[in-house]
């Protein structure tokens, strides 16, 4: 929605301070019009930078081949461009998938529907071998899952080659096991031992059945096909409806954006495989208004149900939704602005509509049945694919309204392939620049005008009032819209500001043709705290309609008000201000303690030599005490356990260097911990092989 308006050079000035105001109004106002009437905008550019985060792989592949086919199907249909070195990763898993024995058939499915996407590079004998698999698992399928991945993978080897024989021996006995699924409502089983029904199988369903009629080398029974018509028919009997027209399929195991997609999916797969269904228009236009309206899902799995269930119904072959939107759903009388209106497919697309016109049949007044009769065509420019209202219908002042609009399709045959929904209602909103005439404040006494003062809203007033408790401050003006039509805004209060602080607000009343109020001083002196002195006034009238909104003081009134009894109600404290805190803090002196004295760097050097004085002594007590390594095992498995404790020593050695030089002491009791048991374990290994050596010596 456009909240931004174009006044003249002019008003420059006066625009200022209404945008202020006028933006926050505008925003109440729309989101009140939009509960009946709603705007449906075609697939954006906003979801394409939101597919480039959600699926961007962390690190430089897909987790699995099922998130690398709902990343792949929403770059394709969004027309993003996939990079090189993520499709031959990509496709790598594809080729090593359809070659492992150990693959079941929902890893070989999604398999195929990745390579379906890339192309991969897939040789005629592996393909073969996978259609033998999947043939063999439709055989011993046992529930509707088992079913789908199986004919869905055939189906998918049925596209991308010709060389491969995928047809299935009996594919009416296949269609009659799954069709024994089906419920009474239109919803489907996963199994013949679960009882529970779901929306989202029947979309499954209906995929692998259209699949089961594109494998066939015959044609099917015809009764089984209009039986499953008319399930479809049943189902959307169900579907849930919200009252800007969207529809849509809950279901209690899956969400409603999933199970939608999910039938939206099967219905435009059996619509391609069966040539139609009998599905009204308004239904097919209902679910593309509920994918457009939830906006921009927040995960990747949301946003590749909505972008694909779109995708199925903008390349459907039976019924394709036309979406009526647009660009600017605010207009300004001061701009002369025209009501623009586009119509695009669910992607966004207007090369594909077919000719048509756009026609404006009625404008209501939001908040009224009543509704002016218009039916006027819009003029079409064909540059720019829009549709322009060059003029608003007679009547239609500033303020918010419902246009009723109607797609007319130039040929009637396309009334078959195009679904229009009938009238769409959008939520208009039209500004302009207020007048205001006869502004004026006074000071009565006993009803009598004490003190009058003209006032110019749309400039600069100080004016400089007196009274006292006995007395009354009356404001009055007016408002009128550019048809001369009395304008009564949103809000419109009256402030007075006590010197101290202390605010009091006051709404203004409107009376038919003028906005007035009347302050009763007598009966206002405990709400004012008895408080006498000087009060600023100022005066705020704002309105989402309104272009001129202001909020300006208009001078000051000094009050002499009684003394303030004993009991009466003192005035609140005032609130601090929050940004205060952020302030300059006061300076904080602060001398540091001098650097302590250290010995010389020789002194440092020659203490550092002394460290290694005991290791020497060490070596040197080795030497005289006739160290030797006579016991040292020599057979390949002992040796290896000595070798072991002793590394483990000196590892240890080590670990207490490092703690030395940067590691702290939860880290080296952990290390020390496991090398402590290495060390228990290899030593006991060594000492047990001398004790056995020790001990044959001394029997020998």
């Known amino acids: 929605m456009n909240f ?11 625009f200022a301070m209404a945008m ?26 906003s979801h394409k930078s939101a597919a480039i985060e959600l699926f ?14 709902e990343a792949l199907r929403t770059f394709e249909i969004l027309g993003i461009d996939t990079k090189p070195d993520l499709k031959d990763s990509t496709c790598k898993s594809v080729v090593d998938t359809l070659s492992s024995e150990s693959s079941n058939s929902k890893d070989l499915y999604h398999a195929l529907r990745v390579s379906s996407l890339l192309k991969c590079k897939i040789n005629k004998e592996a393909l073969t071998g996978v259609t033998s698999r999947l043939q063999g698992s439709v055989k011993d399928a046992k529930s509707l899952l088992d079913f789908y991945y199986s004919i869905g993978g055939l189906t998918l080897i049925k596209d991308q080659t010709s060389e491969v024989d995928v047809l299935l021996e009996d594919a009416d006995g296949i269609f009659r096991s799954i069709k024994a699924l089906s419920q009474s409502d239109g919803r489907w089983r996963y199994s013949s031992n679960n009882p529970d029904s779901s929306t989202y199988a029947a979309g499954v369903a209906l995929e692998t059945l259209s699949g089961i009629i594109t494998l066939t080398s015959s044609e099917l029974d015809g009764n089984l096909i209009e039986a499953l018509k008319k399930d479809v028919v049943k189902l959307f009997e169900n579907i849930n409806k919200y009252d800007d027209g969207a529809n849509f399929f809950d279901d209690g195991h899956q969400g409603p954006v999933s199970a939608t997609s999910s039938v939206v999916r099967g219905l435009t797969t059996f619509a391609s495989a069966s040539g139609s269904f009998n599905i009204p228009g308004d239904k097919i236009l209902g679910l593309a208004r509920f994918f457009l309206g939830i906006g921009i899902p927040g995960n990747s799995k949301d946003l590749y149900h909505q972008i694909d269930a779109l995708g199925c119904l903008d390349q459907n072959r039976a019924l394709v939704p036309l979406i009526l939107s647009l660009p600017a759903t605010v207009l300004s009388f001061t701009s002369q602005d025209k009501l623009k209106v586009r119509v695009t497919t669910v992607l966004g697309s207007t090369s594909t509509t077919p000719p048509l016109s756009v026609k404006l049949m009625q404008v209501f007044t939001s908040g009224s049945k009543d509704a002016s009769i218009i039916n006027q065509e819009l003029r079409f420019d064909p540059k720019e694919a829009i549709h322009t209202l060059d003029a608003l219908p007679a009547g239609v002042d500033v303020g918010k309204y419902i246009f009723a609009f109607e797609i007319v399709l130039s040929d009637p045959e396309h009334k078959k392939i195009y679904a229009t929904g009938g009238r769409t209602k959008v939520p208009v909103y039209v500004t302009g620049f207020i007048k205001i005439d006869n502004a004026k ?3 009565l006494e006993s009803d009598s005008v004490e003190t009058q003062n003209k006032l110019d809203l749309s400039g600069k007033n100080d004016v400089a009032l007196s009274a006292n408790h006995l007395q009354k401050l009356r404001l009055s003006f007016q408002l009128t819209t550019p048809l001369q039509n009395p304008f009564n805004p949103h809000q419109a209060l009256l402030k007075l500001r006590h010197e101290s602080g202390v605010e009091h607000i006051f709404v203004v009343g409107n009376s038919r043709e003028q906005l007035k109020i009347t302050l009763d001083f007598l009966g206002l002196v405990e709400k004012l705290f008895y408080l006498s002195g000087k009060y600023d006034i100022e005066l705020t009238v704002g309105d989402a309609a309104m272009e001129n909104s202001f909020s300006q003081a208009l001078g000051h009134i000094d009050l002499d008000l009684p003394e303030v009894p004993e009991k009466a109600t003192r005035p609140p404290p005032q609130a601090v201000d929050p940004y205060s805190r952020f302030g300059p803090m006061p300076e904080i002196s602060h001398i540091f303690r001098p650097q302590e004295t250290r010995p010389s760097q020789q002194l440092s050097y020659a203490f550092s030599g002394l460290v290694f004085v005991p290791f020497l002594a ?3 007590g080795l030497s005289r005490l006739g160290a030797n390594m006579k016991n040292f095992p020599t057979s390949t498995a002992p040796a290896a356990f000595a070798i072991l404790f002793h590394g483990g020593i000196a590892a240890v050695l080590v670990l207490y260097v490092l703690f030395w030089l940067k590691l702290d002491l939860f880290i080296t009791l952990k290390t020390l911990g496991v090398l402590g048991m290495f060390l228990l374990f290899v030593g006991h290994r060594t000492l047990s092989h001398l004790a056995s050596t020790s001990a044959k010596v001394k029997s020998a």
């Open 4 to 14: 931004f308006f174009s006044p003249p050079s002019s008003l420059a000035i006066k």
């Open 20 to 45: 202020k105001l006028g933006f926050t109004f505008l925003l109440l106002a729309v989101a009140s019009i939009c509960e009946a009437a709603a705007i449906f905008n075609p697939i954006s550019e």
């Open 56 to 69: 961007s792989p962390a690190d430089g592949s897909f987790s699995s081949l099922e998130e690398a086919f």
């Open 441 to 443: 404040i006074e000071i």
């Open 618 to 620: 060490f070596l040197v």
